[in-house]
Nanobody
Framework: QVQLVESGGGLVQAGGSLRLSCAAS????????MGWFRQAPGKEREFVAF???????RYADNVKGRFTISRENAKNTVYLQMNTLKQEDTAVYYC????????????????WGQGTRVTVSS
C-alpha cells in the first residue's frame, strides 16, 4: 500500500504561482511512477503531469511550459510547480502512483491522495 497526502493548494491570482506537494508513505516511493491530475467542477478528472520513477517527465499540452513536476525520492515527495496560473487551472489537484507504463488515464493508477484545491482568481 501507498498513502498519498497532497498539500499546497489555495487561492491565487491569475499569473501567480503555487507549488503543490504530495508526500508518500508505505511501499517504496522510488519504485513508483507519479502523476498529477485535476478535476474542475462538473468536469472529468484530467491528466496534468507525470514523472517516471527515474525522473523523466510528461505534461498535458495545456500546462506544458507553465507546470513542472519533480520528485525527491529521499523525501518520498513529488511536487508540482505551477506558474503563470490561469482561471482555467482552477480545480482539485490529485497526485497518484502507479507501476508499469506511462498513462494519462486515471483508471490506470493504483493509489490516490485526497486532493488539494487550487482556485485562480481574475
Amino acid at each position: 500500500q501507498v498513502q498519498l497526502v497532497e498539500s499546497g493548494g489555495g487561492l491565487v491570482q491569475a499569473g501567480g504561482s503555487l507549488r503543490l506537494s504530495c508526500a508518500a508513505s508505505g511501499r517504496t516511493f522510488s519504485s513508483f511512477h507519479m502523476g498529477w491530475f485535476r478535476q474542475a467542477p462538473g468536469k472529468e478528472r484530467e491528466f496534468v503531469a507525470f514523472s517516471w520513477s527515474g525522473g523523466n517527465t510528461r505534461y498535458a499540452d495545456n500546462v506544458k511550459g507553465r507546470f513542472t513536476i519533480s520528485r525527491e525520492n529521499a523525501k518520498n515527495t513529488v511536487y508540482l510547480q505551477m506558474n503563470t496560473l490561469k482561471q482555467e487551472d482552477t480545480a482539485v489537484y490529485y497526485c497518484a502512483a502507479k507501476g508499469g507504463l506511462f498513462s494519462i488515464r486515471s483508471s490506470q493508477y493504483d493509489y490516490w491522495g485526497q486532493g488539494t484545491r487550487v482556485t485562480v482568481s481574475s
